[in-house]
């Protein structure tokens, strides 16, 4: 319990200066390097998915479990400052405006999928098939809780 509550309060305090330092990036920017960040994570969890269904190649599926859980763990959050809850220029978002009035309960989604993601790169270092697929299968989860939610179709 005390550690859920730790984690939940490192989310929320981590979602909270990442969206601090947007500061630096124009809406528009922060709108592209989140969609570029999103697409590579999906990248990825399709090699993945790839590997648990065809041959499996540990190495690949390392590499993709690491390269997920680094974006994943990379301070996203700062990629939703003020003014990327709409469309800005060429750069369209799927962001439902709920997002931005439910912080709190981003950041504690943000908190699951970071450490799911964790999670899927030790599963994948191990190179334990069944618990690759047992950690990927909650990536997916906690994917699909922010997508029901935040993400418009």
Known sequence: MKKSIALAAFG???FSFAA???AQAK???QIKYRKAGYSFMSWNMGKIKSNLEGTYNKDQVIAAANAIAGIANSGMGALYGPGTEKDVGDQKTRAKPELFQNMQ???RIATDFNAATAKLASAAATGDKAAVQAAFGEVGKN???CHDKFRAD
């Open 12 to 14: 929320i305090a981590a």
């Open 105 to 107: 309960e981003v950041g």
């Open 20 to 22: 601090t330092a947007s």
């Open 143 to 145: 994917c699909k809780a």
């Open 27 to 29: 809406p528009e920017d």
